[in-house]
């Protein structure tokens, strides 16, 4: 039997009669765009994460450029992040009219390398903007400290990090502010786009839920420019369902990524987890100098996997008018020819886990 990536279909039928109701208010209520059960979700978001606003909008992508904006961000400053993520952690900096300024990541966890940051910072820059790359939360504390030396905002991308902890405090409380992603694949995924930013300052709070609604404070009156990136009642009913389910899926991830470490340390290199906090799980990624070889060999077996990412950001075509080129950010680099990531979801069983690393070690 193949083992995919994830199994959606497998998560629903899980929790369906809860999803299926939480739908049917939706539909029965008509609140179509935001509504109580956005409402109801952005409260509970807040509370989990232990900060005391939660803004939802239509995705994670929103949510960083959002915030950049309530900050007033924009042309002329520039944003630090870090080569190896998502390009939308660099394209949110882009799309407000920033620029984005990137440092390497750290080999061992492939996270953001504090010790880059400070040589990056010049009399534009505004913020930092850590990832918690693949579950794990970057180095806080480190990126805080040059933070608060330097007079610069720390803004979270916590797209993949959705209940990871650093020092027993939540991804989500441990900057300024973060932006999470509800991608269908992620943590906690919708069932379409959303995504949320949250925060402990009212004010910066107030400001997203203007900019996620024309600049909208009250009906018809246009404070400032904004835009139409609002959270859907439908993906609100579906998130606050599935966030009651999270903690037990991230135990799941937890107990396969031990599993995975176990059976494969010493056949492939597996990113290294730091003991500053627990992570999320949200991938498991090896390493491997024959990783196109090992991909094809575990098609072939069934099992699917995927490179996250193949491209880094510098090098990504989008980017063609910036300054950046091949061997800028080495570490990076190295990592996209050599990392693979492996099926990694609460759905799957031990078993599969367990064969996925026979598939993994049959190569090696
Ligand atoms: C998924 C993701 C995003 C963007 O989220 P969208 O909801 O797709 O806009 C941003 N950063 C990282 C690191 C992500 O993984």
């Keep these: 039997m193949p083992i995919p990536f994830l199994n959606l279909q497998a998560q629903y039928q899980s929790i369906k009669p809860e999803v299926d109701a939480a739908m049917q208010s939706v539909l029965d209520s008509s609140a179509y765009v935001l509504g109580p059960a956005v409402e109801k979700f ?23 450029a959002l915030l950049l904006q309530a900050y007033e961000i924009g042309a002329e400053d520039e944003v630090i992040t870090v080569a190896n993520s998502f390009f939308a952690s660099a394209g949110a900096i882009s799309q407000i009219g920033a620029t984005p300024v990137l440092v390497d990541c750290r080999e061992d966890d492939a996270l953001m390398n504090p010790n880059l940051i400070e040589s990056a910072i ?11 790359l ?21 803004i979270e991308d916590a797209c993949q990090a959705h209940g990871a902890t650093y020092n027993g405090k939540k991804a989500g409380s441990l900057a300024n502010a973060a932006a999470f992603s509800f991608y269908p694949g992620k943590n906690l995924g919708a069932y379409g786009d959303a995504g949320a930013a949250v925060t402990n300052d009212a004010a910066i709070a107030d400001k997203v839920r203007a900019l996620r609604e024309h600049g909208m404070r009250k009906k018809y009156l ?19 369902v ?7 899926w991230n135990t799941k991830r937890k107990e396969y990524a031990a599993l995975y470490r176990t059976a494969l340390g010493g056949v492939v290199t597996c990113m290294t987890e730091q003991t500053y906090g627990e992570s999320a799980n949200h991938l498991f990624v090896i390493r ?31 980017y063609k008018n910036m300054s950046w080129g091949k061997g800028q950010f080495p570490v990076t680099e ?20 367990m064969e996925v690393c026979e598939a993994v070690k049959a190569f090696s």
């Design 122 to 132: 010049t009399n534009r820059t505004k913020a930092i903007l850590p990832v918690h």
């Design 222 to 240: 246009h404070d400032i420019m904004g835009w139409t990136e609002r959270m859907d009642g439908l993906q609100g009913a579906v998130l606050g």
């Design 242 to 248: 599935k966030l009651k389910h999270m903690d037990a």
């Design 334 to 353: 190295k990592l996209a020819e050599e990392i693979l990531s492996l099926p990694l979801s609460p759905e799957m069983t031990e078993g599969q886990v």
């Design 134 to 154: 693949y579950g794990q939360c970057a180095d806080m504390d480190a990126i805080n400290t040059i933070a608060r030396k330097h007079s610069l905002l720390v």
């Design 42 to 64: 952005e409260r509970d978001f807040a509370a989990y994460c232990d900060v005391d606003h939660c803004v939802g909008l239509n995705s994670g992508t929103a949510a960083l």
């Design 288 to 318: 491997s100098p024959k990783r196109d070889a090992l991909q094809e060999h575990l098609t072939s077996k069934g099992v699917q996997t995927i490179i996250h990412y193949p491209i880094p950001i510098h090098l990504q075509p989008a």
